[in-house]
């Protein structure tokens, strides 16, 4: 059972890493996407590529808190469970005050 723990344990791992690379890639795009909404000419343009960058952002968070969850069910001590309470608290302010901003935005529109 103890190897099987450990194999476990390292996928868990693994995919908390491919979790994180793919956030990271996630706000790459997004602030490609955002910069190439800012070059477009138009009305509100600086309006849409903040919704743009919104989305990116959302969804990266999501993949982070994945992450999160990920490594405390590989070390749930309650240090890390009290971490993982804290950081998800604050992802989910930033993610509703995202989607607050984005809804905001399209009924201005």
């Not at 099987?4 to 956030?23: N, R």
């Not at 930033?94 to 989607?99: A, E, M, Q, S």
């Amino acid at each position: 059972m103890h190897e099987l723990e450990a194999t476990v344990i390292a996928v868990a791992d693994f995919i908390q890493i491919i979790f994180e690379a793919a956030s990271v890639l996630v706000v790459a795009a997004g602030g490609v996407a955002f910069v190439i909404a800012l070059l477009k000419r138009g009305t509100n343009s600086s309006a849409s590529a903040r919704h743009v960058l919104a989305k990116y952002l959302i969804h990266a968070i999501e993949l982070q808190l994945e992450a999160d969850i990920i490594a405390t069910a590989t070390d749930p001590s309650l240090q890390e469970i009290g971490k993982l309470a804290a950081i998800a608290v604050i992802r989910t302010f930033l993610n509703y005050f995202l989607v607050l901003e984005m809804r905001t935005e399209k009924e201005t529109k």
